[in-house]
């Protein structure tokens, strides 16, 4: 829930770290504008006493109230954890404290008249909790009639997530006018506007670029930073205000002895002058752990201390996370290839390698196109925010991506909101041997998550989004809550996971995972054998040339582009023409 002095709109925790993250503007209930605050001040409104002696340590005992621990994801992002946004206040009773409110800054704060023979500006601020209404118009207006004013509809944004108001009457020549009283028509096209001096005449419609000011205005308190970037004019309800970057983890359990409930502890002491080499620091700490209900050896503890070490170093290491590596031990697990105790004990992630027998279709077999097939009865994923960007899909580096969430660099004791979804899944390996590239297919291309896919890969993505909507016409879930996981590994592996990560703590309902029982899944098969060869927009469809910008080819929202909340890419790495030509 985000609030800002008396309104107050709702917001579901997920959007939180995704679509209404940190800097997203979202509409309130009060029909205002606003951009979400950053997480400095998240933590200031947090609903502990002000007093200054107990609210470091109140705010710590609150946060951990809300912890995620994701190793994997923690390594990923450089934080030693996770904190999931707050939600509704019902969800609060059993702590017995007061909501907490993600605080929201009114933006754009450029307002037009809404009479259309007036249309003159004027500026709110960012408390400003409803409607501002034209100075001009309520002093002037016939029968005492005032007139409200209404945020502008554009502003400037660059690629680094810096935004800010219109310069418009940096627009209009110096004659000697100061255009302190001017007025704003947007026409059919809000993209350019025309502005005009009241009291001088001069009239000039907007159209450029700026040099970007560096404005963070969603983060308060700060000053600008230098940003070398051009501004760009955009729409305040256009898709390009605000492009989320998340990471996110299929859990998958460490084959190791480490306990998360050990680490807790041993993070809650202060281990700034515990020495190894000093045998009484270690028995003493081997007595306070067994007290603490964790009796373990000496051998085990110091293995704990370790992890607990190289944890806290990671926040100092300058070292990429590598996602290959990630993505490679999560296919590995899921196909069956790699096996340990742990697996076997998990609550969160259990699954099934499917024998290949028990299927009777043409794509499916040991040399034929699908030659693996697991049914992911439960899987848990963890979602986190570690920045975004405008304007264009882009990945900030983690020290851009933190200080647009915060506003400063990473300290020691940081976090980053996330929250953990747990589902069902199907999971597929594809032989690459039998995908014939087209030609040009793969230019400059280079592994990772936001760079361009392999073509046997974009293959892989283009049948994942077929098969998607397949499964939604029969798994009981709406398409916008399947998603797709696409590894295109290096040592020239592909395959995809198509999932539901929409269930409770115990998992889903099964509709989708009972899916891949034989007999039902060659029949979603056959449907996207059905969809490839034949679009609602063909022959403009298919004919398409490929977008090298968006790394898109035969694909529109008629067959393969689905709502951005199913793709991790955005859209991006499609081509039906690919599917066409390799399957019957």
Same mark, same amino acid.
């Given at each position: ?23 997203? !503007? ?8 606003? !951009? ?29 109230? /809300?912890?995620? %621990? ?46 259309? @023979? ?8 960012? =408390?400003?909790?409803? %409607? ?8 002037? =207006? ?26 418009? %009457? ?80 299929? *859990? ?38 067994? /007290? ?5 050896? #000496?051998?085990? $503890? ?44 998990? #609550? ?49 580096? @983690? ?21 953990? &979804? ?19 297919? =793969? ?49 020239? #592996? ?14 889903? $309902?099964?509709?989708?995972?009972? &899916? ?10 056959? =449907? ?17 040339? *490929? ?12 067959? /393969? ?14 081509? %039906? ?8």
């Amino acid at each position: 829930m985000a609030k800002r002095k008396n309104f107050t709109t709702r917001i579901k925790r997920g959007d939180l770290v995704l679509t209404s993250g940190v800097g997203a !503007l979202i509409r309130t209930q009060s029909g205002v504008f606003g !951009l979400v605050g950053s997480l400095a001040d998240w933590e200031s409104t947090m609903p502990v006493k002000p007093d200054p002696a107990t609210i470091a340590s109140e705010r710590e005992d609150f946060l951990r109230r /809300l912890e995620i %621990r994701d190793p994997e994801l923690e390594d990923a992002c450089k934080v030693p954890r996770f904190i999931e946004p707050p939600s509704e206040p019902d969800d609060f009773d059993w702590l017995h404290v007061t909501p907490w409110h993600v605080p929201i800054f009114r933006f754009p704060l450029t307002e037009v008249c809404s009479n259309w @023979q007036c249309q003159r500006v004027t500026m709110s601020s960012p =408390g400003d909790p409803g %409607r501002v209404f034209c100075g001009y118009c309520s002093t002037t =207006g016939k029968k005492g009639r005032r007139f409200s004013a209404v945020q502008s509809p554009v502003f400037m944004v660059c690629t680094k997530g810096h935004l800010d108001e219109v310069p418009f %009457r940096a627009v209009l020549p110096r004659a000697g006018c100061s255009h302190a009283n001017i007025k704003i028509s947007f026409g059919n096209n809000p993209r350019f506007p025309n502005i005009k001096c009241v009291d001088c005449g001069a009239n000039e419609r907007f159209d450029g670029e700026y040099d970007c000011t560096g404005r963070r205005p969603w983060i308060s308190k700060v000053s600008d930073e230098e940003c070398s970037e051009k501004m760009h004019l955009v729409e305040r309800t256009g898709v390009n205000t605000y492009f989320p970057s998340t990471k996110s983890s299929i *859990h998958i359990p460490a084959d190791s002895n480490i306990d998360e409930r050990v680490i807790d502890w041993l993070n809650r002491l202060d281990l700034r002058f515990f020495s190894l080499a000093n045998e009484k620091n270690v028995e003493t700490l081997c007595e306070d752990a067994a /007290l603490a209900g964790f009796p373990l050896g #000496r051998d085990a $503890l110091l293995e704990h201390v370790n992890e607990v070490e190289r944890r806290n170093k990671r926040c100092e290491s300058t070292e990429e996370w590598s996602f290959e590596a990630a993505r490679a031990n999560e296919f590995d697990v899921l196909a069956g290839h790699t096996t340990f105790p742990a697996l076997g004990r998990s #609550r969160l992630l259990q699954f099934r390698v499917r024998s290949l027998d028990e299927y009777s279709h043409s794509l499916i077999g040991h040399d034929k196109l699908i030659t693996a097939v697991t049914s992911v009865d439960v899987l848990t994923e963890t979602r986190a925010l570690d920045g975004f960007s405008r304007y264009k899909p882009d990945s900030p580096s @983690q020290r851009d991506g933190f200080r647009l969430l915060w506003g400063f660099d990473r300290p020691k004791n940081s976090w980053l909101p996330a929250y953990r &979804l747990h589902g069902e899944g199907i999971f597929f390996v594809l032989n690459t041997a039998l995908i014939t590239p087209r030609p040009n297919d =793969g230019a400059n291309h280079d592994k990772g998550l936001r760079t361009p896919l392999s073509p046997e890969a974009t293959f892989a993505h283009s049948f994942a989004h077929l098969f998607m909507k397949e499964l939604a016409k029969s798994c009981g879930y709406q398409l916008p809550s399947i998603r797709d996981r696409v590894y295109d590994l290096a040592d020239g #592996r592909v395959g995809f996971l198509t999932y539901t990560a929409e269930g409770d703590i115990v998992g889903t $309902l099964g509709g989708l995972v009972r &899916l891949a029982e034989p007999g039902l899944l060659e029949i979603l098969l056959d =449907g996207v054998i059905a969809a490839s060869r034949w679009c609602g927009q063909d022959p403009v469809c298919i004919e398409k040339t *490929h977008s090298v910008s968006r790394r898109v080819g035969a694909a529109c929202h008629q067959c /393969l582009i689905l709502p951005e909340t199913c793709c991790e890419r955005f859209n991006s790495d499609l081509d %039906r023409r690919g599917l066409r030509s390799n399957l019957p």
